[in-house]
């Protein structure tokens, strides 16, 4: 089973750049699309975007889009989520998971939920 730990959480002013990265243990962490949510005070969880096992497609959230990519390294266990000109409404507990199954963009689909980083955009 794959677990999953965030890392790469920041303050950063509006049109900057941070980089998060997911660590996963487990050895059939090449197997599986691996997805980042994100989730702001009194919100629900949103999907952001998600890569398949091979690194060869990629989805993205409209609100996101030509603004983050997401990124995988199989052979070090590694998601990562490249952000820049980050907003304001980016500012969230941006989330790490591994998909079971189903459609890509729907949060009932992954399991093995990481801890979670917080990104935070100042205007």
């Known amino acids: 089973q794959v677990q999953v730990v965030e890392s790469g959480r920041g303050l950063v002013q509006a049109g900057g750049s941070l980089r998060l990265s997911c660590a996963a243990s487990?050895?059939?962490?090449?197997?599986?699309?691996m997805g980042w949510f994100r989730q702001a005070p009194g919100k629900e969880r949103e999907f952001v975007a998600a890569?398949?096992?091979?690194?060869?497609?990629?989805f993205y959230a409209d609100s996101v889009k030509g603004r983050f990519t997401i990124s995988r390294d199989n052979a070090k266990n590694t998601v990562y989520l490249q952000m820049n000109s980050l907003k304001p409404e980016d500012t969230a507990v941006y989330y790490c998971?591994?998909?079971?199954?189903?459609?890509?963009?729907?949060?009932?689909?992954?399991?093995?939920w990481g801890q979670g980083t917080q990104v935070t955009v100042s205007s």
């Open positions: 998971a591994v998909h079971w199954g189903g459609s890509y963009y729907s949060t009932g689909n992954y399991a093995s």
């Open positions: 487990g050895r059939t962490f090449s197997r599986h699309v």
């Open positions: 890569i398949t096992w091979s690194g060869g497609s990629s």
